[in-house]
């Protein structure tokens, strides 16, 4: 889940610099120690092979080739929406489906630094695809309210896989000469960038959940390393996704500690060097647990739209679109633990008010 999901090895320290955006993808990924995303897709392809029904299991395949960014499509979407610089045509599509239409008001100077702040992970407007808070201005001196950022991330997933749906039926101007494997590997790409943010949601650093319904009670907003100010601010500034854990993060959490997917207690669950050692699904956290299951759901959902998509029969939008909504808001994996009607996804208990996210430049704290 964002940095930490992929434990890359870069640094926020400085070596982040040292891939540009025209840095080959061989380069980028050299630097991966022990992948996360990749790992609870495994694991939602995985059981999903055990579903009754026979589309499900034959739609998605076997999760071929070991944990790797080649090995699926839906795990190089997952990874490109981390990693932009490793396919900017690719993270294009993805922030125009962001943004809509005003990505088209922008200059080309104003869309390549948005490209580059995807990289850096300090954009104002691309902080939903990884469901933290989106910033008010450049400065970032405010974020949006948790609710209006969590309904701009549940867009962003909905949009993308209805963006993912046409480039499969031929629909989108990007790919109607592919056939129809092509088709399918290009559209299972939009479908696993918007699987990445519904994994987000399940990242203790990047939101709060209840520990007993696990409906979510806020988002936070993401900042980098402020050293020596940890200090208690007099403004309210929501839970704050960190990198270091002794960085004061206002009930958030850290890279380094929190956006963990592995129960590090457990000797046989020890992750060995090279990153690539199998592991079972009693092996992660519960929240990656969690996050696998709901993302199981999701990809379930969503076979017999991308079927009739893939066969170019004609596409029941509106349903799709119901189904989207009812999984964003309505629906829940354990529905006696919800206790509500609210869904796992759902924007509805959040908080409407937006906090300050840099308060180093007062005074008084």
């Known amino acids: 889940m964002k940095l930490a999901f992929f434990q890359k090895c870069l640094s926020f320290l400085g070596f982040i610099w040292l891939l540009s955006w025209e840095a080959p993808p061989v380069q980028a990924f050299s630097c991966y120690i022990v992948p996360g995303h990749e790992y609870l897709t495994k694991f939602a392809l995985t059981r999903l092979q055990s579903s009754d029904d026979k589309l499900t299991r034959v739609f998605y395949g076997d999760y071929v080739g070991g944990v790797n960014y080649l090995s699926h499509?839906?795990?190089?979407?997952?990874?490109?929406?981390?990693?932009?610089?490793?396919?900017?045509?690719?993270?294009?599509s993805l922030i125009g489906i962001l943004l809509g239409q005003e990505w088209e008001h922008f200059t080309?100077?104003?869309?390549?630094?948005?490209l580059t702040g995807m990289i850096e992970h300090s954009e104002s407007h691309s902080q939903v695809m990884h469901f933290t808070r989106n910033y008010l201005d450049p400065h970032q001196q405010q974020a949006l309210s948790a609710k209006e950022s969590c309904i701009l991330s549940q867009n962003f997933i909905k949009n993308a896989v209805i963006y993912g749906?046409?480039?499969?039926?031929?629909?989108q101007i990007v790919n109607q000469n592919l056939d129809r494997y092509q088709r399918k590997q290009?559209?299972?790409?939009?479908?696993?960038a918007s699987l990445h943010t519904v994994q987000d949601s399940f990242a203790p650093a990047h939101v709060k959940r209840h520990p007993q319904t696990h409906l979510l009670t806020d988002v936070c907003s993401f900042r980098y390393p402020y050293?020596?100010?940890?200090?208690?601010s007099v403004y309210s500034v929501g839970c704050v996704h960190t990198v270091f854990a002794h960085e004061r993060d206002f009930g958030g959490g850290s890279i380094l500690e929190d956006d963990q997917i592995w129960q590090r207690s457990q000797d046989h669950c020890q992750i060995q060097s090279n990153g690539m050692v199998e592991k079972s699904f009693n092996c992660l956290t519960d929240q990656a647990q969690l996050g696998t299951?709901?993302?199981?759901?999701?990809?379930?959902?969503?076979?017999?739209?991308?079927?009739q998509a893939l066969r170019k029969q004609t596409v029941a939008y509106e349903d799709l679109t119901m189904v989207l909504d009812d999984f964003l808001n309505i629906?829940?994996?354990?529905?006696?633990?919800g206790l509500t009607t609210q869904g796992i996804m759902a924007c509805d208990g959040l908080?409407?008010?937006?906090?300050?996210?840099?308060?180093?430049?007062?005074e008084n704290y």
């Open 293 to 307: 299951i709901v993302s199981q759901d999701f990809l379930a959902s969503l076979v017999p739209f991308l079927d």
């Open 165 to 171: 749906t046409e480039v499969m039926a031929g629909q």
């Open 186 to 192: 290009l559209g299972l790409k939009f479908i696993g």
């Open 331 to 337: 629906y829940h994996p354990y529905p006696a633990k």
């Open 108 to 114: 080309a100077q104003e869309q390549k630094k948005i």
């Open 351 to 362: 908080a409407d008010f937006t906090p300050h996210t840099r308060f180093e430049y007062q």
């Open 73 to 92: 499509p839906l795990a190089y979407g997952n990874v490109v929406n981390d990693f932009p610089q490793l396919d900017p045509a690719f993270a294009t």
């Open 227 to 232: 050293f020596g100010r940890n200090q208690a």
